[in-house]
């Protein structure tokens, strides 16, 4: 069977691994980001990657950087057929992308040329995208630039938010490499250049994105907060402290106020005006220094005192 060396580290990638495990190719190698410190008692976690290659009984490795490790040697003298990356999150150095017989391929969350980047999922949601994809495509050295072999398209519900398109399209993903990769080691697969002209970039998210300017209109809102759930999670300040806006839905009203004042406050949102007539009605937040908890019992809570007429920032 296929000699195969697979790189990834998110739970997006995780459902592929499995699959090329379940069809029987041999795994020589799962290469993933080393463990990382989470939550507040910064316990050393290991990726969904690892954890899953450690179930199948697959070796790992954990480069801290690829180019000139010796778990970069490792994976070129394991003289692999297919380099197969999704979600990896480091760019590989040429002598990796050259070693395999035939080549290394990457499983993207976008219809390329569009959303380049390590963001494409949260972008595409942020944008207001009714349909994204996954692309299968031959890597480059320059960034998601190389050859498409297929493609798939994939719907964005308006209810659907980072999380849900990720089970989505990495179930796509799955499927698709699935139906690909018989072309590919039999050398039959197409190669289509990717229309340079058509190019966009969907950079990893920053600080700056994730937080809500309520001068902008309520479905741009809607769309930023469902684009960073579950993270990196939108945020605004009350009282100079941050508040993280894990939830909110648009809802029309014709009630006055300036942007980001709170409008309305019933049993389980707090209403906030925006730059036009669709308010946000939140339903779910994380007041700073505290867990996030549902805007009903916040509400209910001794510690709320939030009224109709403050504001956020």
């Given amino acids: 069977m296929t000699n195969i060396v697979f790189m990834g580290t998110p739970s997006f990638s995780v459902p592929i691994l499995r699959m090329l495990h379940e069809e029987g190719h041999t795994i020589s190698y799962v290469v993933t980001q080393p463990d990382r410190p989470v939550g507040r008692k910064r316990v050393l976690t290991p990726t969904p990657v690892k954890e899953e290659a450690l179930r199948l009984g697959l070796p790992v490795l954990q480069p801290e950087k690829l180019k000139g490790s010796p778990e970069m040697e ?47 999922i949260h972008q595409a949601i942020m944008d207001g995208k009714d349909k994204t994809g996954v692309t299968i495509m031959y890597m480059a050295e320059k960034l998601d630039a190389g050859d498409i072999i297929s493609q798939v398209e994939v719907p964005i519900d308006v209810t659907d938010h980072t999380g849900s398109m990720f089970e989505k399209l990495s179930d796509a993903g799955s499927k698709l490499l699935k139906e690909t990769l018989p072309d590919v080691l039999n050398g039959v697969n197409p190669r289509i250049p990717q229309d340079e002209t058509k190019v966009t970039y969907a950079w990893n998210i920053s600080r700056e994105q994730e937080r809500i300017d309520w001068t902008n209109g309520g479905k741009q809102i809607y769309n930023q907060i469902r684009g960073l759930h579950p993270w990196p999670v939108a945020y605004t300040l009350f009282d100079g402290q941050t508040v993280k806006v894990w939830w909110g ?3 029309e009203t014709n009630k006055s106020g300036e942007p980001g004042e709170i409008i309305g406050l019933t049993k389980d949102r707090i209403v906030v005006k925006t730059g036009d007539q669709l308010a946000i009605g939140l339903t779910d937040i994380q007041p700073a220094g505290k867990k996030r908890i549902a805007v009903s019992d916040f509400l209910n809570g ?3 005192k939030i009224q109709i007429g403050d504001r956020y920032e």
């Fill in 74 to 120: 490792e994976i070129i003298h394991s003289n692999p057929d297919l380099i197969i990356t999704a979600a990896f999150g480091q760019l590989l150095p040429k002598e990796i992308l050259d070693s395999p017989r035939l080549g290394s391929l990457n499983v993207h969350a976008s219809l390329l040329p569009e959303y380049r980047g390590g963001a494409p």
């Fill in 302 to 304: 001794a510690g709320s």
């Fill in 249 to 251: 839905e648009p809802e």
